[in-house]
Nanobody, 120 residues
Framework: QLQASGGGLVQAGGSLRLSCVAS????????MGWFRQAPGKEREFAAAISWRYNMPNYADFVRGRFTISRDNAKNTVYLQMNNLKPEDTAVYYC???????????????WGQGTLVTVSS
């Protein structure tokens, strides 16, 4: 089970921190990803962090603005989003898988999504 939270309405240039709490499994050995889906668009990769070495991976459009991190003791993954832009408006989903990184098709577990709205 994955539970995402932290979305909301923010002005352009503002910040939000998303959280995703995992329960029911040992997610410390799972890669964790954040994806987003804007209205009328496909779900796209935003960021991921590996379970081995906590290696982050970012989509080009968030690099330098978003930071992914994880706290295995709390079974939680975070997405710190800074300098938000109106085009970042989307439903953000967290996901978990033992091996997948950027391709959403290969992620096994998904949270319910949290809406981020960035006003101009």
């Amino acid at each position: 089970q994955l539970q995402a939270s932290g979305g909301g309405l923010v002005q352009a240039g503002g910040s939000l921190r998303l959280s995703c709490v995992a329960s029911g499994r040992t997610f410390r050995v799972y890669n964790m990803g954040w994806f987003r889906q804007a209205p009328g668009k496909e779900r796209e990769f935003a960021a991921a962090i590996s379970w081995r070495y906590n290696m982050p991976n970012y989509a080009d459009f968030v690099r330098g603005r978003f930071t992914i991190s994880r706290d295995n003791a709390k079974n939680t993954v975070y997405l710190q989003m800074n300098n938000l832009k109106p085009e970042d408006t989307a439903v953000y989903y967290c996901a978990a898988d033992p091996s997948a990184i950027t391709d959403p098709r290969y992620y096994t577990y998904w949270g319910q999504g949290t809406l981020v709205t960035v006003s101009s």
